[in-house]
């Protein structure tokens, strides 16, 4: 399996620009979680989808972010307007409830660097 | 709010030490406790723990959970410089509808690093 892929692995935008980051689940996979993390408050859940619904966005940090699962295979995080302090590593990870024990699989993140 | 403390924030030893990671936990409904290992790019999962005196051990690594003092440990022996990284600790707190995945409360992590 190829594991969770995310893309870009690197974004370098100026303030007010819209990013997009998109990520797609290990198969089979049915929850999926994204992730913020900096020196400062390490790891945080933003937002996780279990069948492709949300359930629970209490994470993200303001109205200027938001995310979507359209279908099993991929899910895409959206900053707009960006700023400077959105600046950070997004990690994408996915888990199979049941068996596995919810064991979450990260991606291997992309470096967003807001201007 | 839920809460993982983890100690020391940093680590610097010699290859062959012994060393001990510390997570500590405040949560509302505990489920299990996770340790990851973060290198430069993703976590990756190293062990579950669900019941309290039970010690997970692959290789030169092992973790116990007390779950009447809340918290864990996580040993590694031998220290490699392969080991240098972050080694994060995480609870899951079941979710909040039947049926739906839980979710995992991290710590900040502690920074491991193995010289020669």
């Given at each position: 399996d190829a594991g969770v892929i995310q893309s870009p692995r690197h974004e370098v935008t100026e303030m007010g620009q819209e990013v997009t980051l998109r990520c797609k689940p290990i198969s089979g996979h049915n929850s999926l979680f994204w992730y913020r993390q900096t020196m400062m408050r390490g790891l945080e859940l933003l937002i996780y989808f279990n069948n492709n619904v949300p359930i629970d966005d209490s994470g993200m940090p303001e109205d200027r972010f938001s995310a979507k699962m359209p279908n099993a295979s991929f899910s895409t995080l959206k900053i707009q307007p960006s700023e400077p302090r959105d600046s950070a590593v997004y990690f994408c990870a996915s888990s199979l409830r049941g068996l596995a024990k919810n064991i979450q699989y990260f991606g291997a993140g992309t470096r967003l660097s807001v201007l | 709010e839920d809460k993982v403390v983890q100690s020391?924030?940093?680590?610097?030893?010699?290859?062959?030490?012994?060393?001990?990671?510390?997570?500590?936990?405040?949560?509302?409904?505990?489920?299990?406790?996770?340790?990851?290992?973060?290198?430069?790019?993703?976590?990756?999962?190293?062990?579950?723990?669900?019941?309290?005196?039970?010690?997970?051990?692959?290789?030169?690594?092992?973790?116990?959970?007390?779950?009447?003092?809340?918290?864990?440990?996580?040993?590694?022996?031998?220290?490699?410089?392969?080991?240098?990284?972050?080694?994060?600790?995480?609870?899951?707190?079941?979710?909040?509808?039947?049926?739906t995945a839980s979710k995992l409360t991290f710590g900040t992590g502690t920074r491991l690093q193995v010289t020669l």
């Open positions: - | 020391p924030l940093s680590l610097v030893v010699h290859e062959g030490d012994t060393v001990t990671l510390n997570c500590s936990y405040e949560v509302t409904n505990f489920r299990s406790l996770l340790w990851y290992k973060q290198e430069k790019k993703a976590p990756t999962f190293l062990f579950m723990l669900t019941s309290s005196g039970i010690e997970k051990k692959s290789g030169r690594l092992s973790s116990i959970l007390d779950k009447k003092e809340l918290f864990s440990i996580l040993n590694i022996t031998a220290t490699q410089t392969g080991d240098s990284a972050v080694y994060l600790c995480a609870v899951e707190v079941p979710p909040p509808y039947t049926g």
